[in-house]
């Protein structure tokens, strides 16, 4: 419910008070204690009056997001909870609307959220002012202003990971309807000796580790520079990464960031060769070198470094090296050059890099403002935002914290002077008594520091100007003469010198009691810090520089405005700027925002009330609230106040009628409130204790209870009426409904019963009705079936005499026939007989032969010329034909067989034909070859290795390669021989070793012998007077190819000696041994051996073959 509640004002649901000046009883615990309870429920913010008290939360919190812009927008101050959007829009709507030209001041300590505050309130106004694409520009340059100048003011301390390192005020600029036009930024007091030594655990400004990580190899290799860290002296290692923080990332978005606010491409570059150049100048060293006078000069240790920068900034590398190894000092016309030594040396290269980068960042700081200026001429009203660092006291304070404090001397001032004006000037305008507040005025410490005669800040430029020896001690003794008697100052000599003995103050230190408390300042380092100084022949080196920004930098090395007068010190400078921000604070209406830093950790959640209460004392924030509740506490104008509280009276309740001054009136009277805890004024009323506030919170809160009740009260009984009657009105709807359809049913049965009585009578009826029916049909059927008989009996007797009378038409037709067939027959007899006969014939034997070779036609066999089978003849008279017309047919297959044949194969067939005219029917092993295809070459001599000699020996063409079985001449055994033939001579070789045993000339053949049986024996004859191998008598061999050997030696004889082989085949033939004349005898022999014949040499004259 509370949740759902719609705010109306800051009193609603406030946890602790929302603004401090209704705290009761006011002290510093009850302060704290309101602090810390609304930072547990992450209210972060408290009022103090119109001041924000900022409690920096240390992490992101919901409460930024567009829709919470949305519900600050136009809404009164103390209507919603404390807010920094409130206070934003406040400012800027009184500056749309009122014409007042408005600054936020913001302070705190390092790390209390200034610059988040900052930037939280220049997102506010650029998220409620005007847009289009003109004004959307300049609030984007404006927002991207500041990534670029944290790049390069910002750096990581102790107490913050991103604490700005300068002072920042900016003037945003506005038309009069609100739009941003454009601003300006002003800087001060850079902590450039960071640029050259770095605390422990802290790091040198964000752009130098931003470049070297986030930069491409490209870029770094054009910057001479490298990715590592730890090559440049300049950087702090300790703590080179910061947790969360991506450099390289933001490198990225500083580089995007510059190109929005309007970089050029080669100022940006120009910029990080700036920022090379400071990495680099740190990497030269100094080494002594004697001199002829003896005294020390220093000599730069490693000169590829200072040819780096040199390459880098265009600057002549003589001339550099010159500059930090002389020293020239002009005085009226004397030049007085002087050796440096190496520690001097060196304090002119930190010099050198102190000034160069201080000198960019206030030249970037130059640059945005060129670009965020605004375009018009018009007359513009403008917001400053002052962020600018908080009070410092640290362990060692030095010339920077003294001038820290100073500034936040001043503003503390100005905070006081324009919250009483503030207040006084309310009081005026609505015209209520104004009564003296006691406070503690600063005013005399800021004399003490800033007195043009006698303020310390004086005394140090004295001390800086004076000739002679000057030391950080004669200063301090000088401070001891002239502020001595300064109640806000203290040292050892002046405590001295009021007999004041006290040992917590070192020697070379001053104290100073600040507004916000004792800080104690170390002297050393003040007069050199002040004295800013940089060696002219250092400006005028850099002035000679080729690179245009650098020697823009160094305006006071041109020789041609050389300035004998000593630049103004550090000091000098602060104190006229601050000077200058002061006066344009004063013309302005400010709002205050005030951090504070809840504990030294950075961490959330944690709330350290020490570290608090010293915030909240020097930033006078008690102070505060004092002025604020002087006098009265409370002041609201009366509209809202009479809607708040109307309730509590009757007569403005629930509306009031007239003006609501006479409303809150009547109400405070008759609330009977004392009439000195509140006053009238013109358009507000003032309440002077916060206890009367709060009484009137609660009277309100009681009274809402009591409204609610009555509202709930009436509410019920209303609900229980209504209820009531929606039943009374169903209760009818329904009673109706039911009678309807009570009778409905009613009516239904009384219907149905009708129907029911009815349907019987009815059914009675028809029966009745159905049976005379019944009886009629059959009637009538009756008489259709006698009828149908009675026809039928016609029909038949009809049919019967019309058949009758086609029988005899028919026979007369017949009998008509035969007798003219008679009559003609016997009329044409004569010429019938001689003609018809013959053509009946001729006609029937033609149709017999035309179905014959019809029938013939789908009787033929197969094509192959050994089928046997042929139709059976059909008629005896066609019995030659039918002979005749295999023959041809058989002629005919055979021709298509032959024509399939190949040359060779026409030549196997021919020998075939050859064999059988040579053997068949005259030797009974013909048949036996006639299904055997003649190979010729049964043993491949080629393909077996064993024959190559054998191969090589013969070079014709080999007929017949085969191995038979050689009949031994003497006792008729038989060995294996390999047997050839080729076109003219026959070869015997050795089967195992392939050596050629005998070679017999083909013409030295004479005769073939063989038996008419079924065996391989065969004799070959020779020529006696022959070839050698003649002389041992005719060969007998067997072989199974007995008839396909004989065949080819045959043929191949004829072709070659074209003679006949003669081929004796008898059962008995002689043959010729050596000498002797052998007869070669076949016998039927036993079945001893078998199927195979044997072959036996009985005597001189007989060898038997026993063929099985
Ligand atoms: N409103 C906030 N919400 C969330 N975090 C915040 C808020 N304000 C500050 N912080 C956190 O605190 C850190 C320090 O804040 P910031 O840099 O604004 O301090 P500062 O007062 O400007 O310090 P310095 O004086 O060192 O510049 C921020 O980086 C951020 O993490
Ligand atoms: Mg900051």
């Known amino acids: 419910m509370a949740k759902m509640e719609v705010k109306t004002s800051l009193l609603d649901n406030m946890i602790g008070v929302g603004d401090m000046v209704l705290l009761e009883p006011l002290n510093e615990e009850t302060f704290i204690n309101n602090l810390k309870k609304r930072f547990d429920h992450n209210e972060i913010y408290t009022y103090i009056g119109s001041v924000v008290v900022s409690v920096n939360p240390y992490r992101s919190l919901p409460i930024y997001s567009p829709e919470k812009v949305e519900d600050y927008r136009n809404r009164n101050f103390y209507e919603l909870s ?302 400053g935002v002052l962020d600018i660092y908080g009070f410092e006291i640290f362990e060692d304070n030095s010339f920077e914290q003294f001038i820290i404090n100073y500034c936040n001397e001043k503003l503390q001032q100005i905070f006081i002077e324009l919250t009483l004006k503030e207040e006084q000037e309310e009081y005026i305008r609505e015209d209520i008594e104004w009564t003296h507040i006691d406070y503690f005025n600063n005013a005399i410490i800021c004399d003490l520091i800033e007195n043009n005669t006698n303020g310390i800040l004086a ?88 690179h245009t920004l650098i020697k823009s930098l160094f305006p006071e090395g041109n020789p041609a405005k050389i300035n004998l007068k000593r630049p103004p010190t550090a000091g000098s400078q602060f104190k006229a700027s601050v000077a200058t921000l002061m006066k344009n604070l004063q013309t302005k209406n400010p709002n205050y925002i005030r951090c504070i830093k809840p504990n030294d950790k950075k961490a959330a959640h944690i709330f350290n009330e020490a570290l608090v209460c010293h915030q909240i004392r020097y930033l006078g924030l008690l102070e505060n609230v ?145 049976r005379e029916l019944k009886h009629q049909k059959r009637c009538e059927e009756a008489a259709t079936t006698i009828a149908a008989y009675w026809h039928g009996t016609q029909a038949r007797r009809e049919l019967k005499r019309l058949k009758e009378e086609a029988r005899r038409k028919h026979a007369v037709a017949v009998i008509w026939a035969y007798w003219l067939g008679l009559k003609v027959r016997r009329e044409y007899r004569k010429f019938f007989r001689a003609n018809a006969g013959k053509k009946i014939y001729e006609f029937t034997i033609q149709r017999i032969v035309q179905k014959y070779f019809l029938e013939m036609k789908n009787k033929m066999p197969s094509l192959s010329p050994i089928d046997k089978n042929w139709p059976s003849r059909p008629y005896l008279f066609l019995d030659s034909t039918h002979k005749e017309l295999k023959r041809i047919f058989h002629l005919w297959r055979c021709k298509k067989y032959r024509d399939q044949f190949t040359d ?6 021919e020998e075939k034909l050859e064999a059988s005219e040579l053997f068949k029917d005259k030797k009974a092993l013909y048949p036996s070859s006639v299904g055997q295809p003649f190979q010729g070459a049964y043993l491949e001599i080629n393909k077996n290795p064993k024959y190559k000699k054998l191969k090589d020996a013969i070079e014709e063409k080999i007929i017949i390669a085969e191995v038979v079985n050689k009949i031994n001449r003497a006792n008729g055994k038989s060995t294996s021989r390999i047997f050839l033939l080729t076109n003219n001579n026959l070869l015997l070789a050795d089967q195992k070793s392939g050596q050629i045993k005998s070679e017999v000339p ?93 072959c036996k040499r009985k005597n001189n004259r007989l060898l038997e073959v026993a063929v099985p």
């Open 904 to 909: 060779q194969k026409k030549l196997i067939y």
């Open 82 to 383: 404390p807010h920094i959007f409130a206070l934003s829009d406040e400012a800027y709507r009184s500056l749309r609307d009122q014409d007042k030209d408005q600054c936020i001041l913001i302070t705190g300590e390092s790390g209390a959220g200034k610059t988040e505050a900052s930037k939280l309130v220049m997102s506010y106004v650029a998220a409620v002012c005007g847009k289009g694409a003109e004004v959307n520009q300049v609030k984007e340059q404006l927002l991207q202003s500041n990534p670029v100048l944290e790049a390069f003011g910002n750096a990581k301390t102790v107490r913050n990971d991103n604490s700005s390192r300068f002072g920042k005020y900016m003037d945003i600029e506005f038309d009069f309807k609100g739009d941003p036009l454009g601003g300006v930024i002003s800087n001060y007091l850079l902590e450039k000796s960071r640029v050259v030594k770095q605390p422990r655990g802290e790091r040198n400004f964000h752009v130098f580790y931003q470049l070297l990580s986030g930069a491409s190899e490209e870029l770094l290799n054009k910057l001479k520079l490298e990715r590592d860290f730890s090559r440049y002296n300049y950087l702090s290692l300790d703590s080179a990464k910061v947790n969360g923080v991506d450099d390289a990332a933001n490198f990225r978005t500083v580089r995007n960031a510059m190109q929005i606010v309007g970089f050029m491409d080669h100022e940006a570059e120009s910029v990080l060769e700036v920022v090379a150049a400071v990495l680099k100048l740190g990497n030269i060293e100094f080494k002594p070198e004697s001199r002829v006078n003896g005294l020390d000069e220093s000599k730069i240790k490693d000169k590829n470094e200072l040819k780096e920068i040199c390459e880098l900034t265009g600057i002549d590398q003589s001339v550099l090296e010159r500059a930090f190894s002389f020293r020239t000092v002009e005085a009226k016309q004397e030049k007085v050059s002087t050796t440096l030594n190496v520690a001097q040396a060196y304090y002119a290269r930190d010099a050198l890099a102190k000034n160069l980068y201080s000198r960019l960042f206030s030249w970037l700081v130059n640059r945005i403002n060129e670009s965020i200026k605004a375009q018009t001429k018009v007359r513009k009203k403008v917001m």
């Open 1002 to 1094: 083909l013409v030295d053949v004479t005769k073939v012998s063989m038996s008419s049986q079924n065996d391989g024996f065969f004799a070959i004859h020779l020529k006696e007077q022959g070839s050698e191998a003649a002389s041992k008598g005719d060969f007998l061999f067997s072989s199974e190819h007995l008839i396909e050997m004989a065949t080819k030696l045959y043929r191949t004889t004829l072709s070659q000696t074209k003679q006949k082989l003669n081929i004796e085949i008898s059962d008995e033939f002689l043959v010729q041994f050596r000498q002797d004349k052998v007869c070669v005898k076949f016998i039927q022999g036993n079945q001893k051996n078998g199927s195979v014949p044997t």
């Open 459 to 546: 005394m140090l430029d004295e001390e800086c100007l004076r000739p002679g020896t000057v030391t950080d001690e004669t200063f301090l003794e000088k401070l001891n003469q002239v502020c001595a008697t300064h109640q806000h100052f203290e040292s050892r000599m002046s405590k001295c010198s009021r007999f004041l003995n006290d040992t917590s103050l070192p020697h070379s230190c001053f104290r100073i009691q600040h507004y916000a408390g004792k800080v104690l300042y170390q002297v050393e380092g003040f007069v050199d810090k002040n004295n800013d100084l940089l060696y002219r022949d250092l400006s005028q080196a850099m002035w000679k520089a080729g």
């Open 626 to 770: 004092r002025v604020r509740r002087a006098g009265y506490a409370f002041r609201q104008a009366y509209e809202p106040c009479l809607e708040r509280y109307k309730m509590l009276c009757k007569q403005t309740w629930p509306h009031w009628k007239g003006p609501a001054r006479a409303g809150v009136e009547v109400l405070f009277n008759e609330l009977e409130i004392p009439v000195e805890e509140y006053s009238f004024g013109r358009s507000k009323i003032f309440i002077r204790n916060p206890r009367t506030l709060f009484k009137l919170e609660d009277l309100r809160k009681q009274r809402l209870e009591d409204l609610a009740t009555l509202i709930q009260k009436i509410y019920r009984g209303w609900k229980c009426r209504t209820h009531f009657l929606l039943m009374r009105k169903s209760q009818i709807v329904i009673a109706a409904w039911y009678r309807r359809y009570a009778q409905q049913k009613r009516y239904q049965q009384i219907k149905s019963s009708a129907l029911v009585i009815q349907s019987y009578i009815r059914g009675w009826k028809a029966r009745k009705i159905l």
